[in-house]
Every structure is written in structure tokens, then in C-alpha cells.
């Protein structure tokens, strides 16, 4: 049995830390978006009196990895056989696009892709496995869902599917070849008001609005917004150069993903990414476009079209919600 999937990458169009567990994690108040940028997964599985599990890793980032157990992917397979108590021989092959400690998921967007993957082989039912994600990885459970956009809250693994059915902006990302540590980021981390919580709150379900009722990124691209990006700038010349160099762009949507390191902004057509792409290219940084990572489930309730269609927030503000 053999089946293919792309996993992923993900960015964080929203992210504010709302509190801290006694277990040390923090939750958040976030709104994933899936993008066409990620890795990919082959994956064969049979049946077998012993489990083996095998991983090779390829791609420009997969020589920088471990292909052992101590790689999601593998321990994600072991997860899936020890819930169903079933043994087989798993080899996978993972083409690597997506950096590690870039605030991209790539680790956890690969886990899911192993999980789902499995499911498809073995005929299970994925849902059965999102609290086995959870354990995996905060991030993994985004990945287990089909829509492009999803709000997170708790530590990212409560999770409400948000229907994007009208066009969408492009994205320009510029990963500085720097990865930032997740747990160093929190520990810098001071925690915000309940006032300034309340607020960031608001602003998140109006971003939701807006994205629900396909305004255009003019009325919304106020309402970015990363919690982390001061526990991150001030530390760190690479992300903090992008920024300044994206601000000489006159690009106002701007924004990093997740704890860092990579920066993405948003743009209303292709010319206008590629053209971004062109200025901010040098030989200390990776700058690419792409599009929003489109679901069946998207697509089903709206344009197929990924990239932004214009018109002006007057002309479409009679959505209700």
C-alpha cells in the first residue's frame, strides 16, 4: 500500500498569548492559514509480524534533519500503530522544503501528513486521532483539518474551522536563514493586560469577519497581528533587517509567523509578490510567493481562485455573520 501527500506550511495571521498554565504551556488566541508551500510525503505500509519503521529525508532542508526516532515523522507513525494496536513495516520518504525553526510548522505539518496518510492506507478514522496529534505537537492538530484557515485557542489544540470562500491575497515569505528557538521566545515573553487581551480578543473575531465575508486586504491587513514579534525583533538582526526592508517597500501587511524566524506580507495580485520577491532577494535570506493552501472544503463554499480579486471594503461590507 502506498499513497502521497503534500503537507503544508502553515502562517499565523494572528497570535496573541492570552495566559500561562502551571504546566508551563502558554495559550493563545491565533488564527492559522495554511499555505501552497511545504513538504512532501510518500509513504508505503503493509501489514507485518514486527513493526519497522524507516525514514529517509530529501529535499535542500533534509540533509539539516535527523531521520531517526526522534523525528516526528517517525514518532508519529509509532503513534498511530501503539493506538490501534497494530503492527506494520512503514517506510517513508520526505522531500523537505520547510525549515525548521521558522514558525512555518514544517515538523508538525509532517506528522499529520504521516497520520493522515496511515489513515488513508489502514482505513481509519482520522478524527479518532486528534488527541493523539496534540501529544505529538500543539501544531499537529491544525494540520489533521482540511480548511485553510482555522482559529486556535488553549495551546493552539482547540480548534474552529473558518470558511474562506471568496478570493485571496498572495503571500511573500522571507525566511532569514536564522532559526529561532520557540522556548527562548517564551521565556522573553512578558504577558499582556487582561485589558490589552480583551482587545486583541475583538480584533481577532473581526480579522475572522472579514476573512469569513471575503473583504478585500485593505479593510482587514490593520488587524494582523503577532504577540511574539517583541520577544523576537529586538534579539534577532535577521528578522528585525527583513522588516526594515520590507517597510522600504511601502508594504504595510507585514507580519512574523509564529515565534520567528520567518517573515511574510501580504499582497493584492501576483505582479505585486513578484516584484517584492525581486527587492528583498539577497544571498542571506530565502524570498519566495506563493498562495493560500486551497481545501476540497474551500472550494466547495466559494471561489477557487486563490489570489486577490479587488474591490473595495464599501462593496462588500454587507456580509452577516
Known amino acids: 500500500m502506498k499513497t502521497t501527500r503534500f503537507c503544508p506550511a502553515k502562517v499565523n495571521l494572528f497570535l496573541e498569548v492570552t495566559g500561562k498554565r502551571p504546566d508551563g504551556y502558554h495559550e493563545l488566541a491565533t488564527l492559522f492559514a495554511k499555505i501552497n508551500f511545504g513538504d512532501t510525503l510518500v509513504l508505503e505500509a503493509e501489514p507485518a509480524e514486527q513493526t519497522e519503521i524507516s525514514l529517509q529525508l ?23 500503530l501503539d493506538y490501534f494496536h497494530l503492527r506494520a513495516k512503514i517506510n517513508m520518504q520526505l522531500e523537505k522544503h520547510t525549515p525548521t525553526g521558522a514558525g512555518l510548522g514544517g515538523g508538525s505539518s509532517d506528522a499529520a501528513g504521516v497520520l493522515l496518510a496511515l489513515c ?3 482505513k481509519k478514522d482520522k478524527n479518532l486521532l486528534l488527541n493523539t496529534a496534540a501529544k ?16 486556535g485557542e ?6 474552529t474551522p473558518v470558511p474562506a470562500p471568496g478570493p485571496l491575497p498572495w503571500l511573500v515569505l522571507v525566511y532569514p536563514n536564522t532559526v529561532v528557538p520557540t ?10 493586560s487582561q485589558e490589552e487581551i480583551l482587545t486583541n480578543r475583538s480584533n481577532l473575531d473581526k480579522l475572522i469577519t472579514d476573512i469569513r465575508c471575503a473583504y478585500p486586504l485593505a479593510g482587514w491587513k490593520h488587524l494582523l497581528f503577532n504577540r511574539l514579534e517583541d520577544c523576537v525583533v529586538p534579539f534577532t ?18 507580519l512574523m509567523s509564529g515565534s520567528g524566524s520567518t517573515v511574510f506580507a501580504l499582497v493584492e495580485t501576483e505582479k505585486d ?13 530565502i524570498v519566495f510567493s506563493t498562495t493560500f493552501h486551497r481545501s476540497l472544503k474551500d472550494e466547495n463554499n466559494g471561489n477557487k481562485d486563490t489570489s486577490y480579486g479587488g474591490g473595495s471594503p ?6 452577516n455573520v
Do not use: H, W
Request: a positive charge.
Open 58 to 80: 530529501t529535499g535542500p532542508v533534509g540533509p539539516m534533519l535527523r531521520a531517526d526516532e526522534s523525528n516526528l515523522a517517525c514518532r508519529a507513525a509509532k503513534a498511530f
Open 120 to 122: 488513508e492506507l489502514f
Open 136 to 151: 505529538l505537537g500543539a501544531d499537529v492538530p491544525v494540520f489533521m483539518y482540511e480548511e485553510t484557515f482555522l482559529k
Open 154 to 159: 488553549g495551546i493552539g489544540e482547540k480548534l
Open 183 to 192: 522556548k527562548g521566545v517564551f521565556a522573553r515573553l512578558k504577558l499582556p
Open 237 to 254: 538582526n535577521s528578522v528585525r533587517n527583513v522588516l526594515r526592508d520590507l517597510r522600504k517597500t511601502n508594504t504595510d501587511a507585514v
Open 273 to 285: 509578490a513578484k516584484d517584492l520577491v525581486n527587492k528583498l532577494q539577497n544571498e542571506e535570506r
Open 314 to 319: 464599501k462593496s462588500v461590507r454587507q456580509c
